[in-house]
């Protein structure tokens, strides 16, 4: 079975730095995804990670430790459009994604 | 360019009544997936489809059927549905079946009283 985990809701200032940790127990794995989602909206890919590491993309970084089942994603200089939810997906032996419930960011003035 | 539909984007639906949710991507991709979104639960994998003309069952399959007839549509049924079934169905494909970005639609909500 898969066990994602994933902290419910976060709170930070405009302009800090938030980091959404995600650990997981999954049947294989084939890498780590993190999608967004604004309330009302569709998920939208924000980054794959394959191999441990840190992958950075403008103010999104995503990290990977595939030997402690980790992941973390790092948003920095946050802003008001920021506040959504973020979705860790793993995907697992037969390609398939499994979603942790999502953790819901509040960035305030 | 559209991306992926889904119609409609909302429906109040009467137990044990038919109804099908329907899923159309312009982006020649050749898998699909429906999932469904529930609060506390985050998203779960109902059918997919690698190719035209194959499907498979996911994590929560029973009471939902699908087809995949051509590339570009997945139509999701409800046979007769009952109210656990209650929730936003998002459709999603990505261009291979294998580890690879997926686009999601718009959703559809879906209420069964």
């Known amino acids: 079975g898969q066990n994602i985990d994933q902290p419910t809701e976060m709170t930070a200032t405009e302009g800090a730095i938030v980091q959404i940790n995600c650990t997981y127990q999954?049947?294989?794995?084939?890498?780590l995804f993190w999608y967004q989602q604004h309330a009302g909206e569709a998920p939208t890919f924000l980054s794959y990670n394959v191999l441990d590491g840190l992958e950075e993309k403008g103010r999104f970084s995503s990290f990977l430790s595939r030997s402690k089942g980790y992941s973390y994603l790092l948003l920095k200089e946050l802003q008001m459009k920021d506040s959504a939810s973020y979705l860790c997906?793993?995907?697992?032996?037969?390609?398939?994604?499994?979603f942790g419930a999502g953790t819901t960011v509040t960035v305030r003035a | 360019i559209a991306g992926i539909t889904q119609a409609p984007t909302s429906q109040i639906l009467a137990a044990g009544r038919r109804m099908t949710l329907r899923c159309t991507q312009d982006?020649?991709?050749?898998?699909m997936y429906w999932y469904r979104q529930d609060l506390g639960l985050g998203l779960r994998l109902i059918h997919y489809?690698?190719?035209?003309?194959?499907?498979g069952k996911g994590e929560v399959p029973d009471g939902y059927s699908v087809s995949r007839a051509n590339t570009d549509d997945f139509p999701l049924t409800l046979a007769s549905a009952v109210p656990s079934q209650t929730s936003v169905y998002f459709c999603a494909s990505s261009a291979n079946p294998e580890a690879d970005q997926q686009f999601f639609g718009p959703g559809t909500r879906l209420t069964v009283l």
């Open positions: 999954t049947s294989g794995f084939n890498g």
């Open positions: 982006m020649r991709h050749n898998a």
């Open positions: 489809s690698n190719t035209a003309g194959t499907t």
């Open positions: 997906a793993v995907c697992n032996n037969d390609y398939k994604l499994s």
